[in-house]
Nanobody
Framework: QVQLVESGGGLVQTGDSLRLSCVYS????????VGWYRQAPGKEREFVSA????????SYAASVKGRFTISRDNAKMTVYLQMNSLKPEDTAVYYC???????????????????WGQGTQVTVSA
């Protein structure tokens, strides 16, 4: 199974920025859509953002639109999530997922994705 490894999480203050990275272990995933989900303590896992295989299509949850930007560098087999103007409600474990189509990443069930990572913790203090 192709592995996805997230990094870049940490503890920051309200208004700060972080950039998450998701590195995949095979160039096969250059042809897959990749996305980010997050899960806060006591809450359901929720969709954050997704990007098509080419980078030409993106999707964002309403709660992060205008603050987060997703991008990818297929040469580096990496997808990024630039998070600006962070808020305490952004605190969560962030997971990278991959599937064949961006529509599948946006609307799919976490356990049915082709692959997903172990997550990286983002904590935003007030």
């Amino acid at each position: 199974q192709v592995q996805l490894v997230e990094s870049g999480g940490g503890l920051v203050q309200t208004g700060d920025s972080l950039r998450l990275s998701c590195v995949y272990s095979s160039p096969t995933f250059n042809n897959y859509a990749v996305g980010w989900y997050r899960q806060a303590p006591g809450k359901e896992r929720e969709f954050v953002s997704a990007i098509s295989w080419s980078g030409g299509g993106t999707s964002y949850a309403a709660s992060v639109k205008g603050r987060f930007t997703i991008s990818r560098d297929n040469a580096k087999m990496t997808v990024y999530l630039q998070m600006n103007s962070l808020k305490p409600e952004d605190t969560a474990v962030y997971y990278c997922v991959a599937d064949s189509l961006i529509s599948a990443v946006v609307g799919g069930s976490f356990s049915e994705f082709v692959s997903w990572g172990q997550g990286t913790q983002v904590t935003v203090s007030a």
